[in-house]
């Protein structure tokens, strides 16, 4: 099946129906199945996000690391957008095994970490699982065995509580694989008691993936498991055992992957290479070489053909496969380091793209706010008021403020002082605001404040307080002998605004200095 080939789906085809069969591709070892499924639910923008996650999963499953890294950062992104951090933390959980398999190993810790916060916090359990296995497979790259371990077995509950089997036994099994670097390490390190009880926990482990596989039906899972548990056997001195295990399941290319073959040939080697039984190995090792589905696992089958040919006492063979190892390395040493540039090459057009659209976010921001603000006082200004009265005005009130005699400022001072004036005036009135009131200028030497949810009665008490702190703030400071009042219109109701300015008029006409808001006993302000 070709990539990007559409899949025939037999009912009522929806993006979410694509998705859920796409993911059941995937359980059962299908990526170009899954991938062709999910390139279809791309094209719905709703579902392009979970979409592309899935596509990413397909990509790195076939060794295409700068495309998953693509894919698995587009998802990221419009999973962000939409405000969805369970397909977000799945996206990242692919971006960041993408990285680890390009060398990159500090950022695919950053975004495992990242991937596995953003699915905690999402409440949905079933996406921590991804997350915990990206940072596991990190863990394992450092040589943090420990957290590895620690990390799986809380990756396996997390599965065993949502009830999904299938990544229980993945979990299981990468656990068993960081419990068995535990025991290499021991080995190592002379601890021979530690190293073999760690061998045989690891074992345990391997072992009942193995069985869940099994009983679900997944043939490359069973193989991956049973093969690791075979090389378990063999480092525990069972490498019979280990032997017959691997030949209790017959290898069928019709049935599975080349990598499933490569792996069992590989690991049958090593057992007869234990067993002392060098023909076998050399046979092993060498179909394994030939059915190798990749330069690096052909690298890993040259490097053990040529020990097997030296433990057989054939130097001459030895050298031979020793020379395609060679080969080998440097053409993989140069594809890794190519593949390694365009994974490189991604994530800084992918940090650039973004770098970008927060720097044309923060321009639009700034025009926007350039647009809805006064430049003098950095008030709102008349259109950001009017959009917001276009809101709805019930159990609103405004005051419409004007200064006393401005004209005469600007004459008998300059226009300099006129706008310190407007400035300072601004500045008393956002300290005279509650929050979530709006202070705008209004035009001119005029302003306004939109109180919210304020009754007529509360909001002429607050209009008066305005009025004291214009006419109680030491203007000499502006410029000497200066003093500034200031007249206030008080409405609500349907017409506020033009209620409003005829009361402001109002209140110029009975002297200035004043405050004049709806007709009821106590709720005229003058100046004393």
Not at 474 to 479: D, F, G, L, M, Q
Request: proline residues 3%; negative net charge; contains cysteine.
């Amino acid at each position: 099946m070709s990539a990007g080939s559409e899949v025939a789906v037999a009912g009522v085809v929806t993006p979410a129906r694509l998705i859920r069969l796409s993911r059941e591709r995937l359980a059962v070892s299908d990526p170009e199945g899954a991938r062709a499924l999910a390139e279809q639910a791309r094209t719905d923008p709703g579902a392009r996000a979970e979409a592309l996650s899935i596509i990413a999963t397909c990509r790195r499953l076939r060794d295409e690391y700068p495309d998953a890294l693509a894919a698995a950062q587009e998802a990221a992104e419009l999973a962000r957008a939409g405000g969805d951090p369970a397909v977000e933390g799945r996206a990242r959980s692919e971006a960041a095994r993408a990285l680890l398999a390009a060398g990159e190993t500090s950022e695919a810790l950053e975004e495992s970490t990242a991937a596995l916060a953003l699915a905690e916090s999402s409440g949905d359990l079933a996406a921590t699982i991804p997350a915990m296995a990206a940072v596991s497979y990190v863990y394992l790259v450092m040589q943090q065995f420990d957290l590895a371990v620690q990390l799986c077995e809380r990756g396996a509950e997390v599965a065993r509580l949502v009830g999904d089997e299938l990544a229980e036994g993945v979990m299981l099994d990468t656990g068993g694989c960081a419990t068995a670097a535990l025991a290499i390490a021991a080995r190592a390190g002379g601890d021979e008691e530690t190293a073999l009880a760690h061998a045989e926990d690891a074992a345990e482990r391997c072992r009942s993936a193995m069985l869940i596989a099994r009983r679900l039906g997944h043939r490359r899972n069973e193989a991956s498991a049973m093969a690791n548990l075979a090389e378990l056997l063999t480092f525990a001195g069972r490498a019979g055992e280990g032997l017959r295990l691997l030949q209790s399941l017959t290898l069928d290319p019709d049935r599975d992957s080349t990598y499933t073959i490569t792996h069992h040939l590989d690991t049958r080697g090593q057992i007869h290479l234990a067993l002392e039984q060098c023909g076998e190995a050399v046979a092993a090792f060498t179909e394994a070489l030939e059915r190798a589905e990749s330069k690096g696992a052909a690298l890993t089958a040259a490097e053990h053909l040529a020990e097997a040919y030296e433990r057989c006492g054939d130097p001459a063979a030895a050298l031979q496969a020793f020379k395609q190892f060679h080969q080998l390395y440097c053409q993989v040493a140069s594809e890794t380091a190519q593949r390694n540039a365009r994974v490189t090459a991604v994530r800084m057009e992918t940090e650039l793209a973004k770098a970008t659209a927060e720097q044309e976010r923060r321009r639009a921001d700034g025009l926007l706010r350039i647009s809805r603000e006064d430049p003098l006082t950095a008030l709102a200004n008349r259109r950001r008021l009017d959009d917001e009265l276009a809101g709805g005005v019930e159990g609103h009130a405004i005051a419409l403020i004007d200064v006393d005699h401005f004209k005469q400022v600007n004459d008998r001072y300059s226009h300099q002082t006129g706008d310190e004036v407007l400035r300072t005036l601004a500045a008393l009135l956002r300290t005279g605001c509650r929050t979530g009131d709006t202070a705008a200028r209004y035009g001119g030497e005029e302003f306004a404040v939109l109180f919210r949810d304020l009754p007529d009665a509360e909001a002429v008490e607050a209009a008066a307080r305005i009025r004291h702190l214009v006419e109680q703030y030491p203007w000499s400071t502006v410029a000497p002998g200066l003093t500034i009042t200031v007249s206030i219109g008080v409405a609500s109701g349907p017409d506020l605004l033009a209620l409003a300015d005829l009361r402001l008029y109002e209140a110029k006409h009975a002297g200035r200095n004043r405050v004049v808001g709806p007709p009821a006993p106590g709720v005229t302000d003058r100046a004393a």
